[in-house]
């Protein structure tokens, strides 16, 4: 069986700094994973914060969190960790992990992660 699993998250204050962390078990290793971390703050949209190829070897951020944020993948594990730093109140949110699966080019399906919370506040 196929699982997402996230951990991490919390409280902190402004300028401070967080890792979240999602692991993806049970995928067959014919299977690629693409991984993103979308979050979603009260009253308004989920948005795309950054990403990660199965090959781990392509990234991205949203504007507002390049150079604070930092995505990274466990080589030759389906793990990815997501690096926060400079937390501002504007971070609040709900994060969420999803995988995207793919086998020969071909997308399969997506799943995600349960979300955790990051609050930063002073």
């Known amino acids: 069986q196929v699982q997402v699993v996230e951990s991490g998250g919390g409280s902190v204050q402004p300028g401070g700094s967080l890792r979240l962390s999602c692991a993806v078990s049970?995928?067959?290793?014919?299977?690629?994973?693409?991984m993103s971390w979308p979050r979603q703050a009260p009253g308004k949209e989920r948005e795309l914060v950054a990403s990660?190829?199965?090959?781990?070897?392509?990234?991205s951020y949203k504007d507002s969190v390049r150079g604070r944020f930092t995505v990274t993948r466990e080589n030759g594990k389906n793990t990815v960790h997501l690096q926060m730093n400079n937390l501002k109140a504007d971070d609040t949110a709900v994060y969420y992990c999803?995988?995207?699966?793919?086998?020969?080019?071909?997308?399969?399906?997506?799943?995600w992660g349960q979300g955790t919370q990051v609050t930063v506040s002073s």
């Open positions: 049970g995928v067959s290793s014919s299977t690629t994973v693409d």
């Open positions: 999803n995988a995207v699966f793919s086998r020969i080019g071909v997308r399969m399906g997506e799943l």
């Open positions: 990660n190829s199965s090959s781990g070897g392509s990234t």
